[in-house]
């Protein structure tokens, strides 16, 4: 009896102490439930405040600027000639460069992305596809100087072989790389984005007599419009800000002309020279290079809000 009443005590002990311990384990979660959300909040907001810093950066920097050079004189001359003894500082020309760039890298990877998209999702098989993207995928691992000395050296001495009057440095052989650069972009993107489309809308298209064609080009790509569209714009984003493509194979000449088979600046290559060591800190050339790099910051910004608007847009949700 004794040693009964011993065993039903001690299994008392050991659920109470399993009913503590449950207890601390609860209270420990609810910690923790409490901690990891403003954990992650915080880690959320760290890209929030980065951008805002660096636009609190640019702001002031530019303010400073336009104190000296008006803000109409900035964005309606044409001449920019910052190291001379009567300086002009008009950003068209680096506008007018950068947009013509853009245009040609535009015209190389639009086309093509998008036919190695359809092909990639629409007829490659299995075997194929998994061969083929990833290397396509190389190309977006090159570093993008690579892609200019490849510019500088190969591109422009192949198309002055055949067009004579291109300059040693202008803005089409950069263009048309930096439009080999983005191909993978366009087509990884527009790829996933009629990957996205159901099975059941191709089925249902042959089934009704389209071809393989009919039914990519008046099923498909519709229904995948809005990722196809975002994917140029985000193209068109990365062809605006790139860097060192731009900054050894078109040069530092600083035209307003829409020749492209002339040297041209764009605004990054113009940020790289100021930033070069040439500007003393406080000078007004100094200033320039954040009042461009603020036009640069507002014309990358419009294009991923312009992105954004075209996905919702034009989103199709099945």
Not at 45 to 61: A, K, W
């Amino acid at each position: 009896m004794a040693l009964k009443k011993e065993m039903q005590t001690g299994n008392r002990l050991r659920i109470n102490e399993m009913i503590a311990e449950n207890k601390n384990k609860k209270s420990m979660a609810n910690i923790m439930e409490k901690i990891i959300p403003a954990i992650l909040f915080i880690l959320a907001s760290i890209t929030i405040l980065t951008t805002l810093g660096i636009l609190y950066t640019l702001l002031t920097e530019a303010i400073e600027f336009f104190k000296r050079v008006p803000i109409w004189e900035f964005f309606t001359t044409t001449e920019l000639k910052p190291l001379s003894q009567n300086p002009k500082f008009g950003v068209l020309p680096l506008i007018n460069g950068t947009i013509i760039s853009t245009i040609i890298a535009m015209l190389i990877a639009g086309p093509i992305g998008l036919m190695s998209a359809i092909y990639l999702s629409e007829y490659a098989s299995d075997k194929v596809r998994r061969v083929l993207k990833p290397l396509l995928e190389v190309l977006a691992g090159i570093p993008t100087i690579v892609y200019g000395f490849f510019a500088f050296t190969f591109v422009t001495p192949l198309i002055r072989s055949v067009w004579p009057e291109v300059e040693a440095t202008n803005i089409l052989s950069p263009g048309i790389v930096m439009g080999v650069m983005i191909i993978p972009m366009i087509a990884s993107l527009s790829e996933d984005a009629m990957n996205s489309v159901p099975n059941a809308m191709r089925e249902g298209s042959l089934a009704m007599g389209a071809t393989k064609l009919e039914t990519t080009f008046k099923v498909v790509i519709p229904a995948a419009f809005s990722g196809i569209i975002a994917s140029f714009v985000l193209g068109i984003s990365r062809a605006i800000g790139e860097t060192m493509i731009v900054t050894i194979a078109s040069g530092s000449s600083k035209n307003f002309t829409f020749d492209i088979t002339q040297s041209m600046q764009t605004m990054t290559a113009y940020i790289v020279e100021v930033s070069g060591g040439e500007a003393a800190a406080g000078s007004t050339i100094y200033y320039s290079l954040y009042a461009v790099a603020l036009t640069l910051f507002v014309f990358t910004l419009l294009m991923n809000l312009l992105a954004r608007y075209v996905s919702r847009k034009f989103r199709e949700e099945y």
